[in-house]
């Protein structure tokens, strides 16, 4: 079976800092990869989506970067975080075939 | 953007049918429609899509217009733990376009 792993689960990081969330997929080959956030209220904001590796699509400029090193990697990374990437970061996966798709639990960061 | 439009807030007794409604008057021939809901804290989760024809599943049922320019999604007996925020998306077939999140609609189920 498919399964989708995301670490850690919470995080406390300074401003400043650097970051790297990872997310890997088991189970599947060539996924479609998505990185979310989601700040304290808000609806979930689509970062950084990938059909394969090295194939980054950033949907919204700021402050983190992603990259596929492996097919069934996804990194999320920041030089120097701000107060403002505070969030809850979500990893899914997306099959080829045109059926749901899985989340994983989430980081929960908190930018102090 | 979104290209839907969900009420922000619904209230349902526990027992009863929720009925979440979802306007997408742009959608495209190729486009699906699919509900997803997130509890909190948690990934959102799938519950059902479809084209054009009506769905249903163990968890709910999929109501599309015949112009396919609004649908209703159906949770025919509400629990306390369907209690969530319910996402309308639109989407491509192909595999490779991205899931887009707009606001959704916060359902409360009350005891």
């Known amino acids: 079976s498919q399964t989708i792993h995301q670490w850690p689960a919470t995080l406390v990081q300074p401003v400043g800092s650097p970051l790297s969330l990872e997310c890997t997929v088991e189970?599947?080959?060539?996924?479609?990869l998505y990185w979310y956030r989601q700040a304290a209220g808000r609806g979930l904001q689509l970062l950084f989506y990938?059909?394969?590796?090295?194939?980054i699509s950033s949907e919204v400029p700021q402050n983190l970067s992603a990259s596929r090193p492996q097919d069934r990697q996804f990194i999320l990374s920041s030089k120097k975080l701000l107060l403002s990437d505070s969030g809850f970061y979500l990893c899914?996966?997306?099959?080829?075939?045109?059926?749901?798709?899985?989340f994983g639990q989430g980081t929960r960061l908190t930018v102090v | 953007d979104a290209k839907t439009t969900q009420p922000t807030s619904m209230d349902c007794a526990e027992g009863r049918a929720a009925n979440l409604p979802c306007n997408h008057s742009t959608i495209s021939g190729n486009e699906y429609v699919y509900w997803y809901r997130q509890i909190h804290s948690q990934g959102p989760q799938y519950i059902i899509h479809?084209?054009?024809n009506n769905e249903t599943n163990e968890m709910a049922s999929l109501i599309i217009t015949e112009d396919r320019k609004s649908s209703t999604l159906i949770l025919p007996h509400a629990t306390l733990r369907d209690t969530a925020v319910y996402y309308c998306i639109v989407r491509l077939y192909s595999g490779n376009t991205p899931l887009v999140f707009g606001k959704g609609t916060r359902l409360s189920v009350i005891a």
């Open positions: 990938s059909v394969g590796i090295g194939q």
């Open positions: 189970g599947t080959s060539n996924p479609n």
């Open positions: 479809g084209l054009k």
């Open positions: 899914a996966w997306y099959p080829r075939r045109n059926t749901e798709a899985f």
